[in-house]
């Protein structure tokens, strides 16, 4: 099951100017999610950037980096002229290890690839975890995903689907938490394996409103009639960083171990 992995990795956060070059327990945060990716069975790993001094940095740690344009509005589009620069053929399956996750396991990065080849019908293949908890349940940053008897996605949300209408209605904590019991409620992982083809598709095609309306990127993807397949993570991936707090969560458990 051969399969490439592209790391995009945008230097402007509104939230953590500089991401990926943050120190993490010694080493920048690019780095940190480099080397995750070389403990999979990736047959390449690229680092998509619009940035010198990502790129710099890259490349005195020995990573392969394609310059990209500054233009790009998603990580996706970024993959896609990376894979096109590359000279990849349609076929082949590339993974997108989101620049931010320092510690995400090697395994669930082979487990999106494998999903992909093993389900030839889907245009994309994604990850979830069971939601545990009720303040993950209705947290917006938590996106939550439907998938169908295939597992094939019907729907990402940031609100909590499905909607649990007989123990909502109490509007009590309670009813709440007896949704979790009765409802097998997934958190959608934002790590994706597409095939090259259908990144050539998805560049042509505008924001959906159901993409803007949710700020969920994926949308455009089912609006467009393409499917993706949701497998239960292996593992559950530590959460990345978005803020200076997240960093230094992530250097603590770095420096544990």
């Avoid at 780095?31 to 950037?49: G, M």
């Avoid at 233009?71 to 931010?100: C, K, P, W, Y």
């Avoid at 909502?168 to 904590?173: C, D, I, V």
């Amino acid at each position: 099951m051969p399969f490439h992995i592209v790391i995009p990795a945008r230097y402007a956060s509104s939230r953590l100017p500089g991401k990926p070059l943050i120190d993490l327990a010694g080493k920048t945060m690019i780095q940190r999610v480099y080397e995750r990716a070389q403990q999979s069975e990736a047959e390449s790993i690229v680092i998509a950037t619009d940035d010198s001094r990502v790129a710099a940095a890259a490349e005195g740690f020995g990573a392969q980096v394609c310059m990209t344009s500054e233009q790009h509005l998603s990580g996706t589009d970024r993959i896609q002229e990376a894979v096109d620069q590359m000279g990849f053929s349609a076929d082949q399956i590339v993974v997108n290890v989101q620049g931010d996750e320092p510690l995400i396991p090697a395994a669930v990065i082979n487990q999106v690839a494998k999903n992909l080849s093993d389900n030839p019908a889907a245009d994309i293949s994604t990850l979830s975890i069971a939601i545990r908890e009720l303040e993950e349940l209705m947290d917006p940053n938590a996106v939550k995903v439907v998938a169908d008897t295939n597992q094939y996605a019907l729907y990402f949300s940031r609100a909590p689907i499905p909607y649990a209408r007989d123990q909502f209605s109490a509007l009590t904590k309670e009813g709440k938490e007896e949704a979790l019991s009765c409802v097998n409620y997934q958190r959608h992982i934002g790590i994706y394996a597409y095939r090259v083809g259908f990144l050539d598709e998805f560049i042509h095609w505008p924001p959906a409103e159901i993409e803007q309306t949710e700020s969920l990127e994926q949308l455009r993807a089912l609006w467009n009639g393409k499917r993706i397949h949701v497998e239960e993570a292996c593992e559950i991936p530590p959460a990345g960083i978005d803020t200076p707090e997240d960093a230094q969560r992530v250097r603590e458990i770095l420096e544990r171990l």
